[in-house]
């Protein structure tokens, strides 16, 4: 069974961090890209990072750059979403995606709130 678990969401004060990881099964995570996405409330699904299949490639969207950072462990066949910094407009639920496969994980709820 394909499946993306995404974990390490919470409630977070501005300039505070948080480490989203996201535990693949089912596939070969090793073999392909893996992104980040996020949907806050009345807001449209959105890219927010993406890493290839070794790791060596990365993107990010530009309201995030400087202050994410994504990676992944093929040997635990996980991602991360390192998020320094926080904002209140980082607010949303964050999802993870195997994007070759069309996998979407359930999402996981970051809240940066004072």
């Known amino acids: 069974q394909v499946q993306l678990v995404e974990s390490g969401g919470g409630l977070v004060q501005p300039g505070g961090s948080l480490r989203l990881s996201c535990v693949a099964s089912g596939f070969s995570f090793s073999s392909y890209t893996m992104t980040w996405y996020r949907q806050a409330p009345g807001k449209e699904r959105e890219l927010v990072a993406s890493i290839t299949y070794t790791g060596r490639y990365t993107n990010y969207a530009d309201s995030v750059k400087g202050r994410f950072t994504i990676s992944r462990d093929n040997a635990k066949n996980t991602v991360y979403l390192q998020m320094n910094d926080l904002r209140l407009e980082d607010t949303a639920v964050y999802y993870c995606?195997?994007?070759?496969?069309?996998?979407w994980g359930q999402g996981t709820q970051v809240s940066v709130s004072s």
């Open positions: 995606k195997c994007e070759s496969r069309g996998v």
